[in-house]
């Protein structure tokens, strides 16, 4: 099944202590990007990657790192998280990002930060 | 700065009536714009791409507009069903690979029996 999956989809954890958040995506897509809900805020991009070894800041890049070694994964990394990070994340991929190109979205990961 | 605006912020309609949704952007280059459907907990699922040249691209019974004039969209659901109940998203994606993606607040629809 074509799919794009994240890990964990919950998890509460304390200021300063690094963690990741894996996404992966099995439609041999080239195009990958995380993004943070928050109430009243929307959807904001966080990063994206166009290809393997090319990611790029989206709007709120702070006190996040992603990495794209493979085509299928991109995982996103808080190296010291805050609890204003706490959010809900979304993982998304597409062949690509224009034309018209659908944008598959992954099930969410509901971070807590204490 | 790039900005997609949304309203109204949300509505609730009885089951089989229909309704539209208004999106206003302010996005360059303009690359395409999407509306994206989301239930309560889960991740957006797409209902419709348009780029430049488009007007109106249909989904079922959902249709979206294009005026590249105005830089405004609108969603239109004909029939409404309860499991229509949810939030739809405009996004307008910008420059020239379309890379960079503005999403708007969102419409949230109540469909009532």
């Known amino acids: 099944e074509a799919q794009v999956t994240q890990n964990p989809r919950y998890l509460i954890t304390v200021t300063g202590k690094k963690l990741t958040v894996t996404c992966s995506q099995n439609m041999n897509h080239e195009y990958m990007s995380w993004y943070r809900q928050d109430p009243g805020l929307g959807l904001r991009q966080i990063y994206y990657s166009m290809n393997v070894e090319v990611t790029d800041k989206g709007d709120v890049p702070e006190g996040y790192k992603v990495s794209r070694k493979e085509k299928r994964n991109f995982p996103l990394i808080l190296e010291s998280p805050s609890p204003n990070q706490t959010s809900l994340y979304f993982c998304?991929?597409?062949?690509?990002?224009?034309?018209?190109?659908?944008?598959?979205f992954g099930p969410g990961t509901r971070l807590l930060v204490l | 700065k790039n900005q997609v605006e949304q309203s109204p912020q949300s509505l609730i309609i009885l089951e089989g009536k229909n309704c539209t949704l208004q999106?206003?952007?302010?996005?360059?280059?303009?690359?395409?714009l999407r509306w994206y459907k989301q239930d309560t907990g889960r991740g957006p699922v797409s209902l419709t791409i348009?780029?430049?040249?488009?007007n109106t691209k249909s989904n079922g019974r959902y249709t979206a507009t294009l005026d590249a004039d105005t830089k405004q969209s609108s969603l239109h659901i004909t029939a409404s069903q309860l499991s229509d109940s949810a939030s739809y998203i405009c996004v307008v994606s910008a420059g020239a690979a379309g890379n960079k993606l503005t999403f708007g607040g969102g419409t949230r629809v109540l469909v009532k029996p």
């Open positions: 999106c206003n952007y302010t996005v360059s280059p303009f690359s395409n």
């Open positions: 348009m780029t430049f040249s488009e």
């Open positions: 998304a991929s597409s062949f690509g990002a224009s034309r018209q190109e659908t944008q598959y």
